[in-house]
Protein backbone atom coordinates (compact mmCIF):
# COMPACT_ATOMS: atom_id res chain seq x y z
CA UNK A 1 0.00 0.00 0.00
CA UNK A 2 1.40 3.85 -0.87
CA UNK A 3 0.42 6.57 0.69
CA UNK A 4 1.09 9.95 -0.77
CA UNK A 5 0.74 12.95 1.65
CA UNK A 6 0.26 16.46 0.21
CA UNK A 7 1.15 19.82 2.33
CA UNK A 8 1.49 23.54 1.48
CA UNK A 9 -1.58 24.87 0.16
CA UNK A 10 -3.17 28.16 1.71
CA UNK A 11 -4.65 31.46 0.86
CA UNK A 12 -2.04 33.82 -1.25
CA UNK A 13 -2.43 36.77 -3.07
CA UNK A 14 -2.41 37.49 -6.93
CA UNK A 15 1.27 37.46 -7.74
CA UNK A 16 2.34 35.35 -4.35
CA UNK A 17 4.33 31.80 -4.58
CA UNK A 18 3.72 28.75 -2.74
CA UNK A 19 5.42 25.38 -2.23
CA UNK A 20 3.48 21.97 -2.88
CA UNK A 21 5.23 19.32 -1.46
CA UNK A 22 4.08 15.58 -1.72
CA UNK A 23 5.56 12.85 0.16
CA UNK A 24 5.22 8.97 -0.63
CA UNK A 25 5.62 6.14 1.49
CA UNK A 26 4.60 2.60 2.31
CA UNK A 27 5.25 -0.75 0.22
CA UNK A 28 7.20 1.21 -2.85
CA UNK A 29 9.31 -0.96 -4.98
CA UNK A 30 9.60 1.48 -7.45
CA UNK A 31 8.63 5.08 -8.09
CA UNK A 32 7.90 6.13 -11.88
CA UNK A 33 6.53 9.50 -12.99
CA UNK A 34 5.18 11.80 -10.24
CA UNK A 35 3.13 14.52 -11.01
CA UNK A 36 0.34 17.34 -10.06
CA UNK A 37 -2.91 17.97 -10.89
CA UNK A 38 -5.68 20.36 -9.95
CA UNK A 39 -9.31 20.81 -10.12
CA UNK A 40 -11.42 23.88 -9.96
CA UNK A 41 -14.88 23.60 -8.91
CA UNK A 42 -17.61 22.90 -11.49
CA UNK A 43 -13.92 21.42 -13.72
CA UNK A 44 -12.65 18.28 -14.79
CA UNK A 45 -9.10 17.44 -13.49
CA UNK A 46 -6.77 18.16 -15.28
CA UNK A 47 -2.33 17.87 -14.94
CA UNK A 48 -0.84 20.57 -14.15
CA UNK A 49 3.15 19.31 -14.65
CA UNK A 50 4.87 15.89 -14.47
CA UNK A 51 8.40 14.76 -14.00
CA UNK A 52 9.72 11.39 -14.78
CA UNK A 53 12.18 9.49 -12.93
CA UNK A 54 14.70 10.36 -15.67
CA UNK A 55 14.07 13.86 -14.51
CA UNK A 56 12.41 14.92 -17.76
CA UNK A 57 8.99 17.90 -16.94
CA UNK A 58 6.11 18.60 -18.95
CA UNK A 59 3.70 21.38 -18.22
CA UNK A 60 0.07 22.72 -18.70
CA UNK A 61 0.47 26.08 -20.80
CA UNK A 62 -1.06 27.72 -18.25
CA UNK A 63 1.62 27.39 -15.72
CA UNK A 64 4.13 26.98 -18.52
CA UNK A 65 6.97 29.71 -17.05
CA UNK A 66 5.26 30.20 -13.74
CA UNK A 67 5.41 26.91 -12.26
CA UNK A 68 8.48 24.48 -11.37
CA UNK A 69 8.28 20.36 -10.75
CA UNK A 70 11.21 18.76 -9.07
CA UNK A 71 11.44 15.74 -7.23
CA UNK A 72 13.57 14.22 -4.54
CA UNK A 73 14.12 10.84 -4.88
CA UNK A 74 15.57 9.64 -1.89
CA UNK A 75 12.79 11.05 0.36
CA UNK A 76 10.29 10.21 -2.21
CA UNK A 77 9.24 13.33 -2.43
CA UNK A 78 7.92 15.54 -5.29
CA UNK A 79 7.54 19.32 -5.56
CA UNK A 80 5.36 22.05 -7.51
CA UNK A 81 6.95 25.70 -7.05
CA UNK A 82 4.56 27.82 -8.11
CA UNK A 83 5.07 31.81 -9.06
CA UNK A 84 3.10 34.61 -9.82
CA UNK A 85 0.06 33.17 -8.93
CA UNK A 86 -3.31 33.86 -10.51
CA UNK A 87 -7.10 33.84 -9.40
CA UNK A 88 -7.33 31.38 -11.70
CA UNK A 89 -4.55 29.06 -10.18
CA UNK A 90 -7.44 28.45 -7.86
CA UNK A 91 -8.17 24.40 -7.38
CA UNK A 92 -7.70 21.49 -5.18
CA UNK A 93 -4.08 20.40 -6.46
CA UNK A 94 -3.76 16.73 -6.03
CA UNK A 95 -0.24 14.71 -6.75
CA UNK A 96 -0.11 11.49 -8.15
CA UNK A 97 2.78 8.85 -8.43
CA UNK A 98 2.90 6.10 -10.78
CA UNK A 99 4.24 3.11 -8.92
CA UNK A 100 5.67 -0.15 -9.96
CA UNK A 101 7.04 -3.56 -9.06
CA UNK A 102 7.52 -6.84 -11.13
CA UNK A 103 4.58 -8.54 -9.22
CA UNK A 104 1.91 -6.32 -10.17
CA UNK A 105 3.07 -3.69 -12.78
CA UNK A 106 2.19 -0.63 -12.94
CA UNK A 107 -0.68 1.00 -10.14
CA UNK A 108 -1.17 5.00 -9.28
CA UNK A 109 -1.59 6.16 -5.91
CA UNK A 110 -2.83 9.70 -5.78
CA UNK A 111 -3.00 12.26 -2.56
CA UNK A 112 -6.29 13.59 -0.50
CA UNK A 113 -5.59 16.87 -2.24
CA UNK A 114 -4.43 20.32 -0.93
CA UNK A 115 -6.65 24.19 -1.18
CA UNK A 116 -5.07 26.95 -2.97
CA UNK A 117 -7.20 29.61 -3.16
CA UNK A 118 -5.34 33.04 -4.68
CA UNK A 119 -7.36 36.52 -4.20
CA UNK A 120 -7.30 39.62 -2.53
Known amino acids: QVQLVESGGGLVQPGGSLRLSCAAS????????MGWYRQAPGKERELVAS???????NYADSVKGRFTISRDNAVRTVYLQMYSLKPEDTAVYYCKVDHSAPWYGHRDAWGQGTLVTVST
Open 26 to 33: GSIYNINT
Open 51 to 57: ITSGGTT
